[in-house]
């Protein structure tokens, strides 16, 4: 099965999809056991470090993220310098990934009490480059939250130096009426219809 074959291949570069996902360094996503990868299609380029797979992509390492596609492609280029004779990019370091066609990300990250959160972001694709460090969803983005969601026109940014989040077009961001409980501007009678 495909699954089988590209787990070793893709170890570096899944190891960088989930620091990605945590912020560098994190030590949740150095210690997972298990990387799932499965696709219909894949080409591997193994001597320039370009990944290509299509066709009901799905990657996942349980209980820290799951991307699935129509298309993925990375670009993990070799350290030439090292002269090593391996077909596995030495180092790991994500250069580039883009996911397309019916993209949908979910990131679980350590809440309060023990408890997890769960980001989902959604559009038609998702481009990363690790020189910026920037996260870039477009085609009808949209990222859910536990607290509300937060729906773009052209794209939603994520910069993963600074965490946060900015839009290119317009954008509406729906909250949770609860999340502001603690507010009586917000926590007053209406004379509103009630809604059916």
Same mark, same amino acid.
Request: charged share 20%; glycine share 10%.
């Given at each position: 099965?495909?699954?089988?074959?590209?787990?070793?291949? !893709?170890?570096? !570069?899944?190891?960088?999809?989930?620091?990605?996902?945590?912020? +560098? *360094?994190?030590?949740?996503?150095?210690?997972?056991?298990?990387?799932?990868? $499965?696709?219909?299609? /894949?080409?591997?380029?193994? &001597?320039?470090?370009?990944?290509?797979?299509?066709?009901?992509?799905?990657?996942? =390492?349980?209980?820290?993220? #799951?991307?699935? /596609?129509?298309?993925? %492609?990375? $670009?993990?280029?070799?350290?030439?310098?090292?002269?090593?004779? =391996?077909?596995?990019?030495?180092?790991?370091?994500?250069?580039?990934?883009?996911?397309?066609?019916?993209?949908?990300?979910?990131?679980?990250?350590?809440?309060?009490?023990?408890?997890?959160?769960?980001?989902?972001?959604?559009?038609?694709?998702?481009?990363?480059? @690790?020189?910026? &460090?920037?996260?870039?969803?477009?085609?009808?983005?949209?990222? &859910?939250?536990?607290?509300?969601?937060?729906?773009?026109?052209?794209? #939603?940014?994520?910069? #993963?130096? +600074?965490?946060?989040?900015?839009?290119?077009? +317009?954008?509406?961001? &729906?909250?949770?009426?609860?999340?502001?409980?603690?507010?009586?501007? !917000?926590? %007053? *009678?209406?004379?509103?219809?009630? @809604?059916?």
């Amino acid at each position: 099965m495909i699954r089988r074959v590209l787990a070793p291949l !893709f170890g570096p !570069f899944l190891a960088s999809v989930l620091a990605l996902s945590l912020g +560098s *360094g994190s030590a949740q996503a150095q210690q997972q056991d298990k990387i799932l990868l $499965s696709a219909t299609n /894949c080409v591997l380029e193994l &001597e320039k470090g370009v990944y290509h797979l299509w066709d009901h992509v799905r990657v996942e =390492s349980p209980g820290v993220l #799951l991307i699935t /596609c129509d298309d993925l %492609r990375a $670009s993990l280029p070799q350290d030439k310098a090292s002269g090593a004779a =391996s077909p596995l990019p030495t180092g790991g370091k994500l250069q580039s990934l883009i996911a397309s066609g019916g993209v949908a990300i979910e990131l679980y990250q350590p809440g309060a009490n023990g408890s997890t959160n769960v980001v989902r972001a959604f559009g038609k694709q998702a481009e990363y480059g @690790s020189q910026e &460090e920037i996260l870039i969803l477009t085609g009808e983005p949209r990222i &859910e939250t536990a607290s509300g969601s937060m729906i773009g026109t052209e794209a #939603l940014i994520y910069d #993963l130096k +600074s965490r946060t989040m900015r839009n290119r077009g +317009s954008y509406r961001i &729906e909250l949770r009426s609860d999340i502001l409980k603690g507010s009586t501007l !917000f926590n %007053r *009678g209406t004379n509103a219809p009630k @809604s059916r």
